[in-house]
């Protein structure tokens, strides 16, 4: 439960209270939580794990060495089974991978499997957690799907329901990272249009590369734009796409640590503020922006500022096609009316220019990049995302 407690003369703590789950992730994030890197080193908190009672051993595992953990901000820690009494109070809430109470052998059972546990948590949410309340939801199934349904069904706090799209993200800078035979951490502006655990759009025509050892160097804030020193564009348009598509289709390399890190670093962000200047991508509802349809969970890049989240409309020179923006709404319009029972059957999308969409998939940022690549011997660098 926040509030504000005064210790001593002059130093002042927050308490927040967190709901997570028992899965592996929680023991990877626990302790980055603890640690002060996510609300601040003045932040105490409680920590409320949360899941059905056939896991109760379980939590109360992690509960005991969560607790071992002797961690100065950690305040308490419990555990909770009973549905009524989920999310009480609570400041944050992280949603994470979840599982179908019952086996379903169709796509369509899978997607629909959801609705339940989203309407319940939903209406939980609504009634027992605080006016204030941030949603964050993580995984690597259904992720869009699941946000657009808690949003559904908790109305009150739907602009406080966000998607993790940070592991996508990182999966992409660590391959470009091994290609420019840099850190991961020098990539940035990568940006994951569409669906985070689906079809999605890698757009690498804001990317930059920083401290990137080559012929020309500049000061530590000296970027590059990462298109203009990969050479092999055969790779950019076939093995890059193809790892990373495959990678969310079987989420693979997606494990507790990158879940961990990616949901930390997105409500790191949330109350402290992103990087200036960098462009961050993340699954929030549509009302319009880029052509998107509205009434569905899209990423597209943000900053975070002022303990909100800002969609950066103003980039310039990231228009999406039509036949690219309809591929990666289809499903997700699809999924939304399938779970609502709207719709009988789900049709993934196909096109009979499927391989020709795929080259412009890539080959768009490409091209926009060798023009700017004309430009980059009169470039300063070290560009803000509003200058670019």
Known sequence: MAHLEPRGDVTVTERERENIASVPACYSLIPILVSGEVFGMHTEMSINLFDKEQAEEDLHLLMTETRNLVAPLLRSVSVCTRVEEAFRQAHVIIILDDSADREV???????????????????LIEK?????????VGGKTFVNLKTVLLMRYAPNVAHNIIAVALGVEGQAKAMLARKLKTAPSSIKNVIVWGNISGNNYIDLRKARVYRCESAIWGPPNYSRPVLSLIFD???????????LKKLTETGKQFGSILAAHSI??????????????????????SEGQFGIPG???????????????????????????????????SDLIQEKLVALGDLISFQPYQSGTDLDERDEKTTLPTTYTNQENQRVSDDS????MEEQ
Request: proline residues 4%; contains cysteine.
């Open 105 to 123: 052998y169709t796509l369509e059972g899978c997607i629909r499997s959801r609705l339940p546990l989203c309407r319940l948590f939903g209406h």
């Open 128 to 136: 027992n957690a605080h006016d204030s309340v941030r949603v964050i």
């Open 233 to 243: 564009r055969e790779w950019v348009n076939g093995q890059f796409v193809a790892t």
């Open 264 to 285: 930390a670093t997105t409500l790191k962000y949330w109350y402290q503020g992103s990087p200036p200047g960098e462009i961050v991508s993340l699954g929030v509802l």
């Open 295 to 329: 009434g569905i969970v899209f990423s597209m890049p943000v900053k975070f500022e002022n303990g909100t989240w800002v969609v950066l409309t103003d980039l310039k020179d990231i228009e999406i096609s039509n036949q690219m923006m309809t591929r990666m709404t």
């Open 381 to 384: 660098e070290g560009k803000t």
